[in-house]
């Protein structure tokens, strides 16, 4: 913990990372530890990171719902939102670049103006995919200009196991000492993750 944060920020982190972990279980049935992360900009201080990625490629190729993998990206914020009051996340930056990202690929992806440098069958093959594509991107613009609808339903749904998951994450962390912390620390592994998961949503 850097010196002069807020005695709750291990709180707000880990909210944060548990929004992160209960919708990558709710949509992709996956678990991944969450761990304690360095600052690339702020060498003194640590936070805390969710080990699953979701490939904002894979979003882009179809080889994962766009709208799922924004929600993951958005599923941080929303928890600190719902669980603790807290509009304006200082942790969704990266998120956020995420889902512009994904955003901006699906733009392209329907700008039929953008085509013109592609080879022939390159093209009749994506006019041909343009109404499927046009139909991805209403999906993606809406889920975010609603400001997260569905991520916020999502999160609500599982707010349970959230709260647990964040106060497990939080406990070890006390236990451990904010000055102990170092990089890579596992504060809450994916089994356990998964315990937790099966325990509540499978009662």
């Known amino acids: 913990m850097s010196p002069g944060a807020p005695t709750d920020y291990w709180r707000i982190v880990l909210t944060h990372e548990a929004g992160h972990a209960v919708a990558v279980r709710a949509i992709f049935g996956a678990t991944a530890d969450i761990f304690v992360k360095g600052s690339e900009t702020q060498p003194n201080q640590i936070g805390a990171s969710y080990g699953y990625k979701t490939d904002t490629k894979r979003a882009w190729f179809d080889e994962a719902s766009a709208v799922d993998s924004i929600m993951t990206y958005a599923a941080g914020a929303k928890a600190e939102e719902i669980c603790l009051g807290i509009t304006e996340s200082k942790g969704f930056g990266t998120d956020l670049a995420c889902i512009k990202s994904i955003r901006r ?73 904010a000055q102990k912390l170092r990089p890579g620390q596992i504060l809450l592994s994916a089994k356990r993750i998964e315990e937790i998961w099966n325990n509540t949503e499978g009662r």
């Open 105 to 177: 690929a699906w733009e392209q992806r329907c700008d039929v103006k953008n085509w013109a440098s592609w080879p022939e069958e390159m093209r009749e093959a994506a006019l041909e995919n343009l109404p499927q594509w046009q139909a991805t991107l209403t999906e993606v613009v809406k889920e975010i200009e609603s400001n997260f609808e569905r991520t916020a339903t999502l999160i609500s749904r599982y707010l349970e196991v959230l709260e647990m998951i964040a106060a497990e994450a939080y406990r070890n962390a006390n236990e451990v000492g």
